[in-house]
């Protein structure tokens, strides 16, 4: 995988076209990793191929034996998992975060896995004891070795009880698919089901695990020796989603977003028509142009980034860009990930020192102008949010380290210019 990349941009270009969502990176690459615990062939449709971190995931999976076959035209990836065994790899530098769920495909076949430590974005404390917690309370043994982490289940997983201190969907996830290979039932307390979760869950069911939620954090999972095959549709990306709407309204462009999740976003949509934005949609699309800003402008905010069905903390950047083009002074909170932050200095760099932070507390002072510069990326979203101020500043810019972007976002470049949007990524 490339690294060290960098987008060139000319500012002062306005998009106008359609843009279609892909599927989601928090589902896709969520559902590879559990296509592994399956005894037969997975296909996943409306997958996001071109996707950096799908990408790696494949490599580690095709190393330790799985044979992975990509139709980026279908846009499907079908896994057959028979051979996937636990080996020693020479490399696990691997910089994507949820290794984790790499380990329940292994323990099935192997009863121990190898695997590379969480990597992902450098947004704050991430830890990874939860991850440990679920495999321990499943029977096996973990052992932290300076490569790589390394959990042994000589005799597979056995049926236990994960209750999570908070409210996490890796812990979530990976209690998820480790239990579906448990011959027993294995409970799950204060889960944290996401829609990607959910997703996942409908998954599970498919490969012949028996998944009961009560609420919306109780589960029992009775897991099965041998689990069937399966042919699933990744959902739309609500993100990538909230990104182009994002990008539509402060361009002042005229851009049609299609296939757009509307019944994973209410919260994050109603926080648009808060701020005077009024959306054309229907059941699938929405139409985003001057037009929206009822009253010719985004009025100023404040809110809030937290759990589902509030805005998640993904999203957050794309609020400031918002901020950044309101008439007035917003504030954005995050309490899920406070020390999300670091992106702001490189939007500085752009909009004349408009941000002002301290950690969980973004102040904006929107309506300053926007200027071509030389930016870093700081992490998946910000990256994203640099090429955005890129394309809308006056001069050109450079963005460093762009590959962080297209961790999140499929065919990013192309889909720019679907738009009539050109970047150069070199
Ligand atoms: C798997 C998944 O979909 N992860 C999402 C989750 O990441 P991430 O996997 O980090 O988030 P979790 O929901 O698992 O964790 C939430 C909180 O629990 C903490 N924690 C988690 C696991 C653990 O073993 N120990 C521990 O302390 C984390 O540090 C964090 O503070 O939120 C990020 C920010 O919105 C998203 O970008 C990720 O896509
Ligand atoms: C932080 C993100 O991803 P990850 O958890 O994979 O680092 C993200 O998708 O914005």
Not at 288 to 314: K, M, R
């Amino acid at each position: 995988m490339k690294s060290n990349l960098k987008a060139h941009i000319q500012g002062g270009q306005t998009p106008s076209g359609k843009v279609r969502v892909s599927g989601a990176k928090n589902a896709s690459t969520r559902l590879l990793s559990a296509a592994l615990i399956a005894d037969e062939t997975v296909t996943l449709n409306n997958f996001p191929t071109e996707l950096v971190d799908a990408r790696y995931k494949m490599d580690f999976i095709e190393k330790c034996g799985g044979k992975v076959t990509v139709d980026e035209k279908l846009e499907s990836v079908t896994v057959n998992p028979a051979e996937y065994k636990d080996i020693e790899l020479g490399d696990y530098n691997y910089p994507i975060r949820t290794t984790y769920l790499l380990v329940a495909g292994l323990i099935k076949r192997s009863g121990i896995a190898r695997i590379p430590y969480p990597g992902g974005c450098k947004i704050g404390d991430r830890g990874y004891d939860l991850h440990m917690m679920v495999w321990q309370q499943l029977g096996a043994t973990v052992t932290e070795k300076p490569d790589y982490i390394e959990v042994s289940a000589p005799n597979g997983f056995q049926p236990g009880e994960i209750n999570f201190p908070i409210s996490t969907i890796g812990g979530t996830e990976n209690a998820l698919i480790s239990a579906s290979i448990v011959d027993g039932e294995t409970i799950i307390k204060n889960a944290y089901i996401s829609p990607e979760v959910d997703s996942l869950i409908q998954f599970l069911r498919t490969l012949g695990a028996k998944i009961d939620v009560v609420g919306n954090s109780f589960i029992r999972v009775v897991g099965a020796k041998y689990l069937r095959g399966s042919i699933f549709q990744v959902m739309p990306d609500r993100i990538e989603a909230i990104t182009w709407i994002v990008y539509g309204i402060i361009s002042g462009g005229r851009i049609t977003v299609e296939d757009v999740p509307f019944d994973t976003m209410e919260i994050p949509l109603i926080h648009l028509k808060h701020m005077g934005i009024d959306l054309y949609r229907n059941d699938k699309n929405v139409i985003v142009s001057p037009e929206c800003l009822t009253n010719g402008q985004i009025q100023p905010f404040e809110l809030a980034c937290g759990t589902h069905p509030g805005i998640i903390s993904d999203m957050q950047p794309f609020y400031t860009m918002l901020g950044l083009h309101a008439n007035g002074k917003s504030r954005i909170f995050d309490y899920r990930y406070p020390e999300r932050l670091k992106y702001c200095g490189e939007l500085n760099k752009f909009y004349d020192n408009a941000l002002t932070w301290t950690p969980g507390a973004i102040t904006v002072e929107g309506g300053k102008g926007i200027t071509g510069a030389d930016a870093q990326s700081t992490d998946l979203r910000g990256s994203m949010a640099v090429v955005i101020a890129g394309l809308l500043a006056q001069g050109n810019s450079t963005i460093h380290n762009v590959e962080m972007a297209l961790r999140g976002y499929n065919n990013m470049e192309q889909k720019l210019r679907n738009l009539g949007v050109t970047i150069t990524v070199e």
